[in-house]
């Protein structure tokens, strides 16, 4: 596998160290002996269990942007597996591209083999799994060098990518905002802005137009295009996305999309996506509800990756009782916005508020 994203060179992730000192039970950084990249496992919490969170190969600036991400995402993830019910702390992993490198296959493997090691040392702490930048496949050579990964494929008695019980569960939380914003949950008519076209945001807007939906579609890939055409959908430039005029902006591309100058640009009533890590900053979530945007908490609204490797893995595990479980995230995410109306907080605090409640009821 040769990891490269057209048109171009991915984009870098630049995200700022905390001021603060983070809260984490342990942050692992090892130089890869194999591949030469900078492995970075942080594990948040493992208060409700052993954390699981996915393992992301993407391209960094500079390796202390891979850190700032990996502690940030790994905070995401113990609120994520938390207001999910899940008995699981959370953790994740990153691995960093240094700018203008592209790895080849030879490379790829040795990181991933990298990644297991970095996994086993921390002897059960951290269960990984794929994430951006990684597939089951990958999955598969981590787990030569660990047995603390899930997702694997499915020929190897795994369970394989989450991405189709992701894009289900924010589909259900679009249902759910729907209902609360307009008073209907229905999707026929709608007008969507689904930005990011990858393994979720492709599948969410298939799902949206079988609906009924309308769509403007975007990626910063443009041979993404092709799929904006067979949907019907209309195409924009990735920069101006979050101007179009619709019902719901869905984010299903990187973090930190949700900039207060974006937040000023919305033409939406609602914002529900799959992006983890959404808000550039907490200052947002207030933002956009003072201009009377609906901003349904990511971590609520993407659990349904994390929740089927959780359940799909438990032996005896039925479709039916997983299915039900990925719908029951429209429940949540319905009861979070009403727990926000009723105390006059962001959709933000309540989902937090949730998930803290679990995780101190553990304690």
Request: hydrophobic share 45%; aromatic share 4%.
């Amino acid at each position: 596998m040769t990891i490269t994203h057209a048109p171009a060179p991915a984009p870098e992730v630049s995200a700022e160290l905390p001021t603060e000192a983070p809260e984490h039970e342990r942050v692992l950084i090892t130089h890869g002996p194999r591949s030469g990249l900078t492995i970075i496992v942080a594990v948040h919490s493992t208060r409700l269990g052993q954390a699981l969170g996915g393992a992301r190969l993407w391209r960094y600036g500079h390796w202390t942007d891979a850190l700032a991400d990996a502690l940030r995402l790994s905070q995401a993830m113990t609120l994520k597996n938390a207001a999910a019910g899940l008995a699981r702390g959370g953790g994740k992993s990153v691995i960093a591209i240094p700018a203008g490198v592209t790895l080849d296959e030879a490379r790829t493997r040795d990181a991933m083999l990298d990644l297991g090691d970095a996994v086993e040392s921390l002897g059960g702490a951290y269960m990984t799994a794929e994430d951006v930048g990684t597939s089951a496949e990958l999955m598969s050579v981590v787990h030569e060098r660990t047995e603390f990964v899930c997702g694997l494929p499915p020929e190897e008695g795994g369970v394989g990518e989450p991405a189709d019980a992701t894009a289900a569960g924010v589909h259900a939380s679009i249902i759910a905002t729907l209902d609360h914003v307009y008073g209907s949950p229905e999707v026929a008519g709608r007008h969507f802005v689904v930005a990011g076209l990858g393994q979720v945001g492709g599948r969410l807007a298939r799902s949206l137009a079988a609906a009924g939906a309308r769509l403007t579609v975007t990626d910063v890939a443009d041979g993404k295009r092709a799929l904006a055409d067979e949907l019907g959908a209309d195409w924009v430039e990735p920069g101006d996305a979050h101007l179009v005029e619709a019902d719901v902006f869905v984010p299903c591309g990187l973090g930190g999309v949700l900039t207060p100058d974006v937040a000023r640009g919305l033409r939406v009533r609602a914002v529900v996506g799959a992006a983890n890590n959404q808000l550039a900053s907490r200052d947002v979530a207030t933002m956009l509800q003072r201009r009377g945007i609906v901003w349904a908490p990511d971590f609520v609204v993407n659990a349904g990756g994390v929740i089927y490797l959780d359940v799909a893995g438990t032996p005896g595990a039925d479709q039916a009782s997983l299915d039900a479980r990925i719908a029951g995230i429209g429940d949540t995410v319905a009861a979070v916005l009403r727990s926000a109306g009723a105390n006059g907080s962001t959709p933000l605090e309540a989902a937090e508020l949730l998930a803290r409640d679990r995780l101190d009821a553990a304690r």
